[in-house]
């Protein structure tokens, strides 16, 4: 599930919407809502993020966040993140965005952090 996909859910879930509906609202099908928000659909166009904020009448912060999260859902992409964590997915996804602007020494430590966790892996095999 991507975090864009998370938050529809929750969205669809506390209005008490089903996906049946909110897909026939929308014009797409409830197989294509499903796929979206289990992560299984790739990122979610422009229109239909802000056909999804017309629909649940969202605004401003809200909006800007749905906004935000349909941008780091792209569930696949040379990392494959379906069916891992939401934050999983947003990492990938930032990590895509923004590793050309990174400086060798952020670039560095995200390296270690990850080097550091195969060691420690590592060290709970062996016991």
Do not use: C
């Not at 975090?3 to 197989?31: C, H, N, Q, S």
Request: glycine fraction near 6%; avoid cysteine; aromatic fraction near 4%.
């Amino acid at each position: 599930m991507t975090p864009f996909g998370r938050r529809i859910r929750e969205l669809r879930r506390d209005r008490g919407v089903t996906m049946k509906d909110m897909a026939a609202a929308l014009r797409v099908t409830p197989a294509y809502l499903s796929a979206l928000e289990h992560g299984k659909r790739g990122r979610p166009s422009w229109r239909l993020v802000q056909a999804i904020i017309g629909y649940f009448n969202v605004i401003w912060d809200e909006a800007e966040e749905l906004e935000r999260l349909a941008r780091i859902s792209h569930p696949r992409i040379v990392i494959d993140t379906a069916g891992l964590a939401p934050q999983a997915t947003e990492l990938a996804n930032r990590l895509a965005e923004e590793i050309a602007h990174m400086a060798p020494a952020e670039i560095a430590s995200l390296l270690a952090l990850l080097e550091a966790r195969e060691r420690r892996d590592k060290g709970r095999t062996k016991k």
